[in-house]
C-alpha cells in the first residue's frame, strides 16, 4: 500500500519534532528515515501509527486519509526497538496475540502461525516464554507477530539496535529478504547510515524534524545536497574553496585553496565560494607533484593507521581542517609516518558540489 | 477530531470526581461547618475564639502535641540502636528478630492499649501481682500509657527506615574515612550518621504523624488526659447533640498539623535523603561474646516487650472471666463461642466491608496508577494530590468530614454501610497506588502500544497485557487494603452505625465496659486475620511486608 504524508507538523510544547515533512513511500517498497538521534524519526513513526496526533497535516494510507482512525484500526504491523514482547505471553501466544484479536479459527491461526514461524526461523522454540529467548531469537519473534496479521504496511523502529555487530548484518539480511518476500511496504527508521545503505530502497535523510534529501542509497551517498547529507551519509571531507572561473565551454569549475588550484567538472556556481564534498575513498596518493599532474595537494600526516583492507590516514588539508584519505589494499603501500609529507590528488570528474 | 485516547479521558474525569466528592468537598464542607455559628447560622468565628480562649482546648493540642513528642523520641532511642545493631553486627536469631520486630507496626494500635490494660490496668494481671507483694506501679492511665503504646508499636518505622538507609551505605565510603584518619567514633559521627540522619528525620515525621492523628490508644487508656482527635469525636458524637462547628474547627486544626507535617516531609526531608547503590554492603562484624549478649538482649527484649501483649491478649481470650475480672490459669472457649453464637455479626461485618472496600479500592487503584504513570499531564498532578490526600488525614478528620456531609441533601449516605466502604478504600487505596504505581512505571509502554497496534483497542490492551504482568503487585496491594482496613477504628467509629458495628468498634465498646474476655476474643480474632494473609504473602513473593506500609 502506498503511504503518503503531506507536511506533517508534531511538536511538543515548542519543540517542533516533526517540522513540515512531506513524502511519498510506494507500494512494496523498503524506505529508511535516517538521521541522528534525537532528530524526530521515533516521532514521525508513531505519528504514521496512531500513537502520535499530528499538529498539522494528513496521512493517507492508499487513498484513504487515517488521521482519524485510531491506532487499533489501522492495520499496521510494528516492531518496536526493545521488541515489546509479552513477557507472561509464550512465543506461540505473542505471534497469535493479533491474530486473536481478529477472531480468526483456532486451525487457521494454528496454520498462519506454523508458516511465519517457518519463515522467521523459530521452529521449536513455540512454547518458550521471551526471556528464555536470545536477542535475536526476540527479535524474530517481534517480527513474526507484526506480520502475521498480513498488515499493509511494516513499521520498525530501530529494530537491529539492541543486538551485537554480527548479529546485526545477518538480521539485516533476513529482514531485507522477508520485507521482498512478502511484498510488504515498509518504513525503517535507523540512526545507522550502512544499514539503511544495505537493506533501503530509498532512503529520507532527517535533520533537525526536517527532510534534508530524499533518494535511493546511492543518489544520496553520490549526490548530497547538503552539506548534513554529506556528511550524515559515508564519512566525507568538506572543502571550502574561492571561485577563480568557470570554463563554459568544458563545464569546468577552477577553484582554489590555501593557495592551491582546483579545476573539476560541474555546473557554475552560484557565488564566489563553494563546498565541496570529497569522500576518503576518492582521493589518490601520488608519489609527488610530478610535472603536468594536476589538482595535486600536500599536506603533512597528522596520524595514520592500518584497518586490514585499507590504510587510513589524517592529513592537513588546504582549508586548514584535516583531510582523511583511504587508501585500499595496501599491502605494498609506503606507509608515511606522522610529520611526513603527503601528496594527494582529488578527483576532477566527480560530482563535488553541495548545497550548504 | 476524534482524539485516541478518548476512553482514558472520561475514566479520569471519572475519577476526579469520585476523588472531589468524597475527599475534597468534606473537607470544605467541614472548613466551612467550622465558621457557621450553632445558634444563629450565621458565619462567626466562635468556634476558634472558644479554642484559644479555654485553656481546656489549648490543653488538648498541647497534650497531644506532647504526648506525640514524646513518643517520638523514645521511638528513636529504640529504633536507631535497633536497627544499627541489626545492620553491622552478628547476633543470633537476627532473621527472627527483624522479621518480629516490624510486627507491631501491623498489629492494630488500641489492641495493644487493650492489652496493657490486661496487665497494668486497674484489674490487670501485674498491677494485681505487685500490689500483692506490695508494690505500688504507677498508673498506666493518661499520657504514660499512651506513650508506652506509641513507643512500642511505632519505633519500627524508626527501625525500618533506618536499616535501609544503613543498607545503602557503601563500604568504601567508611573506609575512605578510615583511610582518611578518623578513628571509629570519629568515622561515625561525621560519616556514618550524617548520611542516616535524613532517614531518622523521615522515621520521626511519620511516627510524630501517626501519633497524632492516632484515637484509639488515647480513648481507652488517656481516660482525663484529652488529645484532640479524641476530642473532635466527643464535640461531634456529644449526647446532647454535638456541636459541628467545634467539632469543624478542631479538625481543622488537626488537619492543619498532619497537612503541615505531610508537607514539610514531602518537600523537605524527602528530598535531603541520598541516593547510593550500595555495591559492597559494610561487613557484619562478629563481636567478642559478652558483647554479643548485651547487643542481643537488647534486641530481643524490645520485640519481647513490644509483642507479649499481644500474646497477653490472645491468652485472656481463651481465660474464664466475669466482666473485668480475668480468671488466668483457667482456660475456657466460651468467649469465642459467645463471639461466634450470640454476636457474630461484627465479624461477618468487618469481613464484609473490608472485602468490598478492598474490590473497589483494587479497581481505583489500578486505574489511578495508570492515569498516575501513563497519562502523565497538568492534571496528573491534581490527581496525584487528591488521591495521597487521605494519607494526610486523621481518620476521625475524615470520618467526620463525611459523616457531616452526607447526613443530609441530595445524596445521605450516614447511616449506611457503603460510606464506610467510601471511606475505607479513600483511605486505603493509597496503599496499594504506591505498590502497583512504581510496578507499572517498571513495564515498558510500548508493550501496550505493540498490543494495540495488533488491533486491540486501548483500554483491552491495558486488561489483556499489562494487568496479567502487573498482577503479584496488585495482590500484594489488595492484601495490605484488606488488613489494614480490618483494624480500622478512627473513621470507624465515627461513621458506623448500629448494625454496622465492625470488630474494632465491639472491641473498642467492649473494653470500655470493661468487658475484656469476649474483646479479646474478637481482638485474637483481628490478629489473626491481619497476620495469616501477611504471613502467606510473605511466604509466597518473599516481599517484605512492612515495606508495603
Ligand atoms: N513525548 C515527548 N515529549 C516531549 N518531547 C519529546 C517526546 N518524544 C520526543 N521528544 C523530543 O522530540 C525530539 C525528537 O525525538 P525522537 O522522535 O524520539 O527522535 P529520534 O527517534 O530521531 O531519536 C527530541 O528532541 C525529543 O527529545
Ligand atoms: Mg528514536
Redesign the interface.
Known sequence: MRVELINIVKSFGALRAVDGISLTVGEGEFFTLLGPSGCGKTTLLRTL???Y?PDEGTIRFGERVV??I?????????V???Y?????LCVFDNIA??LR??KIPKTEIADRIGRIIKSVQLEGLENRPPSKLSGGQQQRVALA??LV?SPQILLMDEPLSNLDAKLRLSMREEIRRIQKDLGITTIYVTHDQEEAMAVSDRIAILNRGRLEQVGAPREIYYRPESLFAAEFMGSSNIIEMDVKGYDQARSMVLAEAAGQSFSFSGPKPPGARVLLSVRPEWIRVVAGPADGEKNVFSGTVLSSAFLGSMVRYRVSGPGGKPMVIEVHDAEQENIRKDGETLWYKLPADRPLMIRD | ????FQAWNIILIATLAILFFAVLYPLLYIFKASFISTDTGAFSLKSYATFFKYPYYLRCLGNSIFVSGLSTLLALALGIPFAFFLARYRIPGKNIIRTLGTLPLILPTFIGAEAWLLLLGRNGLFAKGLQGLGIEMPSIYGWKGIVLVFTLQFFPFVFLMVSSALNAIDRSLEEAATSLGSGKLRVFFTVTLPVVTPAILSGALVVFFLCIENFGVPVLIGEDFRVLSVQAYNEFISELGGNPAMAGALSMILLAITLGLTVFQKHWVERKNYTMTSLNPIEVKRLRPLPTFLIWLFCAGVVFVALFPFAVVMISSITKTHGPVMYFGQFSLENFIRAFTIAPRPIVNSFFLATTSTLIGIVFGIVVSYLLVRKKGAVSYLLDLLVMLPLAIAGTVQGIALAATYNKGIIVLTGTWMILVLAYFIRKAPYSIKTTSSLLQQI?P??E??????????VR?FIR?VL??MLPGIIAGAIIMWVTTLAELSTTIVLYYGPWATMTVEIFQRIGSGDFGPASAYATILILSVLIPLFILNRVSGRDLASSL
Do not use: W
Open positions: 501509527a496512531g500513537f496526533q488521521n482519524d485510531p491506532a487499533h484500526r489501522r492495520e499496521i504491523g510494528m518496536f526497538q526493545n515489546a514482547l509479552f513477557p507472561h496475540y493479533g484479536a481478529r507477530r507484526a496479521i | 477530531m476524534r482524539k485516541p515498558d510500548s508493550i502500544e505493540a498490543s494495540i497496534s495488533l488491533g486491540v483497542p486501548p490492551s497485557v496479567p504482568i
